[in-house]
C-alpha cells in the first residue's frame, strides 16, 4: 500500500493553461506539505497544511493555491502555468501538528512540464 | 533564517569503500538535522535525523552521520558501500519551531561503481 501517492506522475501541458495534482496520504497524519524541486534538484516547501489550516505558505505566486478537502488529501492547483513552473512536485506528510520533530514522509512526485 | 550548504555535488566511489558527503549548516538558533535519500524517480526517504542527545547518529541501511556544533557540520558517513547506494542525498535543517519547514542542501550525488 503506497503511503503517500500522487496523480498524475507526469503532466506535460502548454503555457497558459491551468492544471491540479493530487495527493493522498494513508498514514493518518495530521499535516501536509508540497514541495517544488528545480532542474537542479533544489527543494524548496511551498505549503504546509494542518488539519485543513494553512500553516506555511512560502513566497509562492498566486498562481498557485493549494486546497485541502480533508486531511488526507492536499492538492495542488496552479493557474496560468509558465515555463518556469516545469519541476517536480513532492507532496509529503507527517503526524501531529507539524512540528520540526516529525518525519515527513514523500510521495514519488509529479513531472510538470509545461511547453 | 536558516541555510544548508552540501560541499559536493558528485561523489563517485568505488563498491565497498568508505563513503562521506559533507554537510554545514548556518542557523542562528537551535536546529534539528536530516539526511534523507532520494533513489532514481523517487520520492525522499528519512535516513536518519538529529535531535539531540547523542551526537552520533545511526540510521537505515548502515549510514551514520555525526553533529558537530562548533563545526557547524552534520557529515553522513557508510564504511562500505554497495551499488544499491547509488542516489541523491540530502541534507536538511529545521529551526525548533512547531511548523516543520525543512530548508535543504543542494542534494549530493553518490555514485557506486563496480
Known amino acids: 500500500d503506497t503511503a503517500v501517492s500522487q496523480t498524475p506522475k507526469y503532466l506535460v501541458t502548454q503555457m497558459g493553461n491551468d492544471k491540479s495534482i493530487k495527493c493522498e496520504q494513508n498514514?493518518?497524519?495530521?499535516?501536509m506539505y508540497w514541495y517544488k524541486q528545480d532542474s537542479k534538484k533544489f527543494l524548496k516547501i511551498m505549503f504546509s497544511y494542518n488539519n485543513k489550516e494553512l500553516i506555511i505558505n512560502e513566497t509562492v505566486p498566486n498562481r498557485f493555491s493549494p486546497k485541502s478537502p480533508d486531511k488526507a488529501h492536499l492538492n495542488l492547483h496552479i493557474n496560468s502555468l509558465e515555463l518556469g513552473d516545469s519541476a517536480v512536485y513532492f507532496c509529503?506528510?507527517?503526524?501531529?501538528?507539524?512540528?520540526?520533530?516529525?518525519?515527513?514522509?514523500f510521495g514519488p512526485g509529479t513531472r510538470l512540464t509545461v511547453l | 533564517a536558516q541555510s544548508v550548504t552540501q560541499l559536493d555535488s558528485q561523489v563517485p566511489v568505488f563498491e565497498e569503500a568508505p563513503v562521506e558527503l559533507r554537510c554545514n549548516y548556518s542557523s542562528s538558533v537551535s536546529v534539528y538535522l536530516f539526511w534523507y535519500v532520494q533513489y532514481p524517480n523517487q520520492g525522499l526517504q528519512l535516513l536518519l535525523k538529529?535531535?539531540?542527545?547523542?551526537?552520533l547518529v545511526k540510521g537505515i541501511n548502515g549510514f551514520e552521520a555525526e553533529f558537530n556544533k562548533s563545526q557547524t557540520s552534520f557529515h553522513l558517513r557508510k564504511p562500505s558501500v554497495h551499488i544499491s547506494d547509488t542516489a541523491e542525498y540530502f541534507c536538511a535543517v529545521t529551526d525548533r519551531s512547531n511548523t516543520g519547514k525543512l530548508i535543504f542542501g543542494q542534494g549530493t550525488t553518490l555514485q557506486v561503481k563496480p
Open positions: 509529503a506528510s507527517s503526524q501531529g501538528a507539524g512540528g520540526s520533530l516529525d518525519t515527513q514522509y
Open positions: 538529529y535531535l539531540s542527545g547523542s551526537t
Open positions: 498514514l493518518g497524519h495530521d499535516t
